[in-house]
């Protein structure tokens, strides 16, 4: 299993939405703060990002600037834009609930830009193109090819910032012995998985294998194995009418009663509360990181 893939798919609430966004110089947009994350791609001209606590960022033709938090913004154009100049603007979000973010989502900075330079992953800009192209000439299956194309765009953009970063979740998903662990995990939580059987799929003793996965994860492997189980057990209450029953056994719980005493010891609400909350969108409280 795809640990990235997981991961947002854990914490995504909703479908993802994206529009053109145009613009005459002058303008000053102030965009308030969103559940989940925001994007915006500069398709035509240039245009200034104004985080709420950091200097303005410039913005050309290419750049893709993303906030995971969908933090308040601005947008407004550069001041050596000639008047009646024209920007245009691919943005969009993707609901997620930040309060049950994967601890590989919590590692993102509140702004995220990846300018448009040489050797940045060509998918990102197919990504790209072929959104500009679905939001241009809609065509049959628009309702379809909208929501997977974003969610192509998130996965590349995610893609090229791991591939960047020297540390953290990056280093844990480049180890061999700690993402053969975690595919493993992800693949069968169901499994009563040891350190021992985890490290061998690594090739490494229990103790190396410990270690090393404490190191680069944050926390042991079989707390890790514990908090993705309930996560995926969140998940499925949100997004399932599958009984409790059915959940247990999926997440490696005996029984419901098992399952039901370590879901309310880590998120504070019995299972039922929890899905009555997430049905009625109100926020419940989420899993120790």
């Not at 993102?108 to 990102?124: F, M, N, T």
């Not at 009418?241 to 880590?266: C, M, N, W």
């Not at 039922?272 to 899993?287: F, L, N």
Request: proline fraction near 11%; aromatic fraction near 6%; glycine fraction near 10%.
């Amino acid at each position: 299993m795809d640990v990235l893939s997981d991961a947002v798919t854990a914490a995504r609430t909703g479908r993802p939405h994206a529009g053109r966004v145009i613009r005459k110089t002058p303008f000053a947009d102030s965009v308030p703060a969103g559940e989940g994350a925001a994007f915006h791609v500069v398709l035509q001209g240039s245009c200034l990002l104004l985080p709420p606590d950091a200097e303005p960022v410039p913005l050309t033709v290419g750049d893709v600037a993303f906030l995971p938090r969908a933090a308040a913004h601005g947008l407004t154009a550069c001041p050596s834009a000639p008047p009646g100049g024209t920007t245009v603007l691919l943005s969009g979000g993707c609901p997620m609930d930040v309060d049950r973010a994967h601890p590989l989502l919590a590692e993102l900075p509140e702004l995220l830009h990846l300018p448009a330079k040489v050797g940045r992953d060509p998918g990102l800009h197919a990504a790209v193109d072929l959104l500009g192209q679905e939001l241009d000439a809609p065509g049959p299956g628009g309702d379809a090819a909208l929501p997977a194309l974003l969610d192509l765009l998130l996965l590349y953009l995610l893609r090229d910032w791991l591939a960047g970063r020297p540390g953290g979740w990056a280093a844990a998903l480049r180890d061999p012995a700690v993402a053969a662990a975690l595919r493993a995990v992800h693949a069968d939580p169901a499994r009563p998985w040891s350190v021992e059987e985890l490290g061998r799929r690594g090739g490494l003793s229990r103790a190396a294998f410990a270690r090393r996965f404490a190191a680069l994860v944050g926390r042991p492997p079989l707390a890790y194995l514990t908090w993705w189980r309930l996560t995926t057990a969140a998940r499925l209450l949100r997004d399932t009418d599958a009984p409790l029953t059915a959940i247990a056994a999926q997440v490696g719980y005996g029984s419901e009663p098992a399952l039901a005493h370590a879901f309310k010891r880590e998120y504070g609400l019995a299972p039922g509360a929890y899905r009555r909350a997430a049905t009625t969108r109100t926020p419940a409280p989420a899993a120790r990181p």
